[in-house]
């Protein structure tokens, strides 16, 4: 089946680049001698377990068990059959941070048309252009959280699903 969308390959790939060099500085550190190799292994321990444990979450699924009713048709006998209907437990992916990042870049965005000494403009630099602020990071996984309930509420509908199970004469 692959790992992914191939944009997903590719926001990946961006997020590496930014860690190889900071692996490198903590393996060989600045000047080549100072490096903390136990530190570099318990770093890239840690981005394997990361990793494996978001595969594991992406490719996981809950199967509800769908039974279909048997029909006479004609002289022959049709369905019966026990099935399930694969639900994804991630179904919006990775499309709530990357919408989330986006939408708290446009504060950011707007504040460098403003001048620096205004006083909005220093409490967008302090607060959602710093990734590390308390605002940021509340903004950001609430937004996450949002666009997860609201991506998913677009990309799947229950009544359609229910109606199509129905009209198949399947039933939970």
Do not use: H
């Given at each position: 089946k692959g790992i992914g969308q191939g944009m997903s390959i590719l926001i990946f790939m961006s997020i590496c680049s930014g860690?190889?060099?900071?692996?490198?500085?903590?393996?060989y550190g600045t000047n080549g001698t100072d490096g903390d190799w136990l530190k570099f292994g318990i770093v890239v321990g840690v981005l394997v377990v990361i990793l494996i444990f978001v595969d594991f979450v992406e490719l996981c699924q809950r199967r509800v068990p769908v039974q279909y009713t048997r029909r006479m048709i004609?002289?022959?006998?049709?369905?019966?059959?026990?099935?399930?209907?694969?639900?994804?437990i991630n179904m919006s992916g990775?499309?709530?941070?990357?919408?989330?990042?986006?939408?708290?870049?446009?504060?950011?965005?707007?504040?460098?048309?403003?001048?620096?000494?205004?006083?909005?403009?220093?409490?967008?630099n302090a607060n959602l252009a710093n990734t590390t602020s308390v605002w940021y990071i509340a903004l950001y996984a609430l937004?996450?959280?949002?666009?997860?309930?609201?991506?998913?509420?677009?990309?799947?509908?229950?009544?359609?699903?229910?109606?199509?199970?129905?009209?198949y004469g399947g039933f939970i």
């Open positions: 860690f190889l060099p900071q692996l490198w500085e903590i393996g004609g002289r022959k006998m049709y369905g019966g059959s026990s099935t399930y209907l694969p639900l994804k990775v499309i709530p941070p990357i919408f989330a990042s986006s939408i708290l870049a446009i504060p950011t965005l707007i504040a460098q048309f403003g001048k620096s000494d205004q006083s909005w403009v220093k409490w967008i937004m996450i959280v949002f666009f997860c309930f609201f991506y998913t509420s677009i990309t799947f509908n229950p009544d359609e699903t229910a109606d199509n199970m129905k009209q």
